[in-house]
């Protein structure tokens, strides 16, 4: 089946540093990739959607600067979330569908802790 | 708006019962939905799909039924197992290329 990496699973970062997460699909082309972020023992909310080649559509209520979103190729999409704070800290999820498919294969997550 | 949502936050079953998890939703125009699996600190893993032509679709060990009628989906799992201890959301696709996620209900399994 598809498989859908994303790194680091865990990340721990002081206040005001910038963290990279990465989501790649590894056995197939991903022309379109999701971020999502989860709080405890909340759904997953939608923050933006990534087309390659093409700059993300961000969800209302998401900061565009805040979380910079590349997708360079097919099989990478990149999350930065940029100045972190405490509040920021959350689980984020990536997700990749296969070209021409509807099925989302999605990655382990980031457990992001800002102290 | 997009809404989709369940029914009860939590779930509690004996081992070998069948589950039955619901989920409403609110998009007349969603024609397509999913159940996924998710455990503590992992990302959601695809259970079943379904499309909005059809009421019923079968996986192994897992049916999702649709009623368009009163836009309702559930998920029914057969002779539960302790790996079947997870939260488990619906989503739905209006039509866009997003898929919008309800709330999700934990499933717990007494032995």
């Known amino acids: 089946g598809a498989v859908v990496s994303q790194h680091p699973s865990r990340v721990i970062c002081k206040s005001g540093t910038s963290v990279k997460i990465e989501c790649r699909s590894l056995?197939?082309?991903?022309?379109?990739m999701f971020w999502y972020r989860q709080f405890p023992k909340q759904s997953l909310m939608l923050m933006a959607t990534?087309?390659?080649?093409?700059?993300?559509?961000?969800e209302q209520g998401v900061e565009k600067d805040k979380f910079l979103i590349n997708h360079a190729s097919l099989t990478l999409s990149t999350l930065t979330v940029t100045s972190a704070h405490p509040e920021d800290s959350s689980f984020y999820i990536c997700?990749?569908?296969?070209?021409?498919?509807?099925?989302?294969?999605f990655g382990s997550g980031t457990q992001l802790s800002v102290l | 708006g997009e809404n989709v949502g369940l029914h009860l936050p939590t779930l509690s079953v004996q081992e070998g019962d069948n589950s039955i998890i619901n989920c409403a939703y609110s998009n007349s125009a969603s024609d397509y939905f999913i159940w996924y699996k998710q455990e503590s600190g992992k990302g959601p893993q695809f259970i079943i799909d379904?499309?909005?032509?059809?009421d019923k679709r079968q996986g192994q060990r897992v049916t999702v039924l649709l009623n368009k009628t009163v836009k309702h989906l559930s998920l029914q799992i057969a002779a539960t197992q302790p790996g079947d201890s997870a939260v488990y959301f619906c989503a739905e696709s209006p039509g866009a290329q997003k898929l919008v996620f309800g709330q999700g209900t934990r499933l717990t399994i007494n032995p």
């Open positions: 997700s990749a569908r296969v070209r021409g498919g509807e099925k989302l294969f």
């Open positions: 990534s087309n390659e080649g093409s700059k993300a559509t961000y």
């Open positions: 056995d197939f082309q991903a022309t379109t």
């Open positions: 379904i499309r909005s032509n059809m």
